[in-house]
C-alpha cells in the first residue's frame, strides 16, 4: 500500500539557518504530494502542494519538488525564522484513497 | 484565518455526557472528513462524507456518531466516551475531483473526564 516516510525529528535550528525536512514515499502510478504545517494549539494548513513528477511547490519561502525517480518530496528553506517554529507534515493522495501523512517532524527555531 | 469553523474550541465532558462537535465550511466543498489527532501524531481519519453521504467509516467505535445535515455542515456527535477518546478532533474539507488538497479547521480539543 501507499506510505510516506518523514525525518521525525526534532530539528532544532538557530534564526536564519537552512532547512531540510526529508519526504520519501511508496505509491503505485502518480500521486498528489503535500506539506502540511501544524503551528502549536491549530490545525493543519497547507502550506505547499505538487501534482505531477518535477513540480516545484512553494509558499513562504519554503519549497518542495516532486521528484519521481527518487520517490521524494524534500522540504527546504533557506533561512528559517522563529515562527517558523511548528510541526510539518509530508503527505500523499492518490484518487479514490485516503490522505495518507508522514509521522511529522517538529522544527524548532531560536533566536 | 481558516475557512472550516470548528465549534467549540475545547470541550471537556463527563464519560457519561452526550455533546455534539460542528464544522462548517462555505467553500463549496462536497467532501468532508474527521480526523482524531493525538499528542505529537499524525491525523488519523474516521469518517468521510462525499455529496452529504457516509462513504468511509474506518472501524470507529459506535460511541461516535457522524452527521451531515446539508453540504457546509457536519456533525460529530458524541456518547459515552472513554478517556482515550480525549484528543484534537479535525474537520476537513475538500473540492471534490482532481488532485484539490483537504482543508483543515482548527480543531476542538476534547477531554474526557
Redesign the interface.
Known sequence: GNSVTQMEGPVTLSEEAFLTINCTYTATGYP?L?W?VQYPG?????LL?A?KADDKGSNKGFEATYRKETTSFHLEKGSVQVSDSA?Y?CAL?QAGT??I????T?LSVSS | D?E?T?TPKHLVMGMTNKKSLKCEQHMGHRAMYWYKQKA????E?MF?YSYEKLS?NESVPSRFSPECPNSSLLNLHLHALQPEDSALY?C?SRRTGG?Q???????TRLSIL
Not at chain 1, 491549530?42 to 497547507?46: A, T, V
Not at chain 1, 501523512?101 to 511529522?104: A, D, L, N, S, T
Not at chain 2, 488538497?101 to 480543531?107: A, C, I
Open positions: 498528489s503535500f502540511y491549530e490545525g493543519l494548513q497547507l502542494k501534482t510541526v507534515f493522495y485516503a490522505l501523512f508522514g509521522k511529522g517538529t | 481558516t472550516v470548528q505529537k501524531k499524525p491525523p481519519l468521510v468511509i479535525l476537513a488532485d488538497p483537504q482543508h483543515f479547521g482548527d480543531g
